[in-house]
Nanobody, 118 residues
Framework: QEPLVESGGDSVRAGGSLTLSCLVS????????MAWYRQRPGFQREMIAR???????HSVDSVEGRFTMSRDSAKQTLYLEMNNLKHENSSVYYC????????????WGPGTQVTVRS
């Protein structure tokens, strides 16, 4: 079983909503700080939202108020609720533990593609 499997990506119109899911194995999502990342073509992978072991979620300024990260510990699943999507949110999205650096050395799942149409 793959340790990280993202799903839920789609092509949506600007202003629309999506919820991404990440099924996690081998890592206790209820006891580990986890995050969602994105990688756009030509850009480095970057963290956009994280949830602490205590369950507090944080997001970067560009998506604050529009994206919300949550988890279901019993289902070993992370979620990223994305509202009022904008064209610049088009990207491949990944989940993983929280890493503050060295992202190129980390093992990643397949990711899920989000495309926002004008």
């Amino acid at each position: 079983q793959e340790p990280l499997v993202e799903s839920g990506g789609d092509s949506v119109r600007a202003g629309g909503s999506l919820t991404l899911s990440c099924l996690v194995s081998g890592i206790g999502v209820g006891i580990t700080s986890m995050a969602w990342y994105r990688q756009r073509p030509g850009f480095q992978r970057e963290m956009i939202a994280r949830i602490t072991r205590g369950g507090t979620s944080h997001s970067v300024d560009s998506v604050e108020g529009r994206f919300t990260m949550s988890r279901d510990s019993a289902k070993q699943t992370l979620y990223l609720e994305m509202n009022n999507l904008k064209h610049e949110n088009s990207s491949v999205y990944y989940c993983n533990r929280v890493f503050w650096n060295g992202l190129d050395s980390v093992s990643w799942g397949p990711g899920t593609q989000v495309t926002v149409r004008s």
